[in-house]
């Protein structure tokens, strides 16, 4: 018994050095966590740039075809409105009054029975001096 009563007792180890000890371990213990981490958080922001970057291009696209459609179709009633234009014109030409007005001006041509009269150039009076 006198042998029990000898062992001298360990001190105590003050409590902040016990705090330590358990912080380390506790530090060693935890493990990766990806609810407690900020990957999730920083790859949906990331998603979030792409998804505006995408979006925003793309409407700008869109916007400037749109102004191209509208472009053309305003080219293509004017081209309608012209090509209406030229089919009136191209009826009045090969009307059988226009072109026998182009057969008389341009080349000179009359109808059977008809006389030509050409007119000189120069005011000539049609007075004629013979024999002077």
């Known amino acids: ?18 705090e330590n000890e358990e912080r380390s371990t506790t530090r ?3 493990r990766f966590s990806l609810s407690r981490s900020r990957i999730p958080l ?3 922001v990331l ?3 792409y998804l505006a970057f995408t979006f925003t291009s793309q ?6 075809l749109q102004r191209d459609v509208q472009a053309i179709e305003t080219e293509i ?19 059988n009054y226009n072109i026998e007005k182009s057969a008389r001006k341009d080349l000179g041509l009359v109808k059977t029975g008809e006389t030509r009269v050409i007119f000189a150039p120069g005011g ?5 001096s013979i024999g002077q």
């Open 42 to 44: 920083v790859l949906v």
């Open 124 to 128: 000539a009076t049609g007075t004629t």
């Open 77 to 95: 009633a004017d081209m309608k409105r012209k090509n209406e234009a030229l089919h009136n014109e191209l009826r009045n030409v090969k009307s």
């Open 47 to 49: 998603l979030l740039v």
């Open 28 to 30: 060693r213990k935890r």
């Open 1 to 18: 018994m006198s042998q029990l009563a000898r062992v001298q007792p360990q001190p105590e180890i003050p409590s902040w050095e016990n």
């Open 59 to 64: 409407f700008g696209t869109i916007v400037s």
